[in-house]
């Protein structure tokens, strides 16, 4: 519970943060070493040392193995809150020829909310889109939308997604982000999130959102929590109550 002490979080975004971060992550790697292929070791550890990284190599591992599940499934990926675009890096090692839609404020965050803690200050955890796109820029099919969420999407395909990955720290962000993407999940797709387990905003999001909601929200071992989104029920008398094809099709709400 020390990680929730707003003292603590207050120290975020400078070199405490990270190198608790790194340090704990390197027992992590060596964790992961022991019974994970070497491959994907090798790229954790790879990744992790090219950039900062808010995420620790655990959770790291988690956004990179959910990205390759979802391949199978229709449907586009995305991250709203990149920063120095690691974890990107990571779904992009994984996802094949998934177009992968990054969205940030490239400006760091936007002013918190009551519902949060207080502990964030405006335009922590900046970094330019220049920056990120250059770090990516061997990888096809990356797109980048500046702004605050959701307006940045204006302009994007109406689409479905197969993977979505949060990482925007306050409450209005991350409630944006779920009502944005969780009615153009497909169907057994996933929406992974940072810091649920640490920010009172964060949490608190996902329990204001999903208060009505037929899927559980899945908290992981890391900071993270998932959702698995479910296929819509048929009414009685609906053809796809009968139709299996009808009832794996992806349906917008």
């Known amino acids: 519970m020390w990680l929730r002490n707003k003292f603590v979080q ?10 608790g971060l790194d340090a704990w992550s390197k027992l992590q790697i060596a964790s992961l070493s022991a019974r994970k292929p070497t491959g994907e070791v090798k790229l954790l550890r790879k990744v992790r040392r090219e950039r900062k990284c808010l995420n620790s190599a655990w959770e790291c591992y988690n956004v990179m193995t959910l990205a390759r599940a979802m391949i199978k499934l229709p449907g586009a990926f995305a991250e709203v809150g990149c920063y120095q ?20 404020t490239f400006e760091g965050l936007p002013e918190d909310c009551d519902k949060d803690a207080r502990v964030h200050r405006v335009g922590q955890y900046a970094c330019s889109v220049e920056k990120v ?24 395909p109406e689409q ?3 993977f979505v990955h949060f990482d925007v720290d306050l409450y209005e962000g991350t409630l944006a982000c779920l009502e944005y993407f969780y009615p153009r999940m497909t169907p057994g797709g996933v929406m992974l ?6 920010l009172k905003g964060v949490e608190q999001a996902f329990h204001d959102f999903m208060e009505d909601k037929p899927e559980p929200i899945i908290p992981q071992a890391t900071t993270q929590v998932m959702i698995i989104k479910q296929a819509p029920v048929a009414a009685a008398g609906d053809p796809a109550a009968t139709d299996p094809a009808a009832q794996a099709a ?3 709400r």
């Open 193 to 198: 999130s940072h810091d649920y387990g640490m």
């Open 85 to 104: 675009g690691t974890t990107a890096k990571l779904i992009c090692e994984v996802k094949g020829d998934k177009p992968l839609l990054l969205f940030d």
């Open 160 to 162: 479905q997604y197969a």
């Open 10 to 19: 207050r120290m975020g975004g400078g070199f405490f943060e990270q190198a």
């Open 133 to 156: 796109s250059g770090y990516l820029a061997g990888y096809e099919g990356v797109s980048y939308h500046k702004g605050l969420f959701p307006d940045s999407t204006d302009g994007v």
């Open 250 to 252: 992806p349906v917008l």
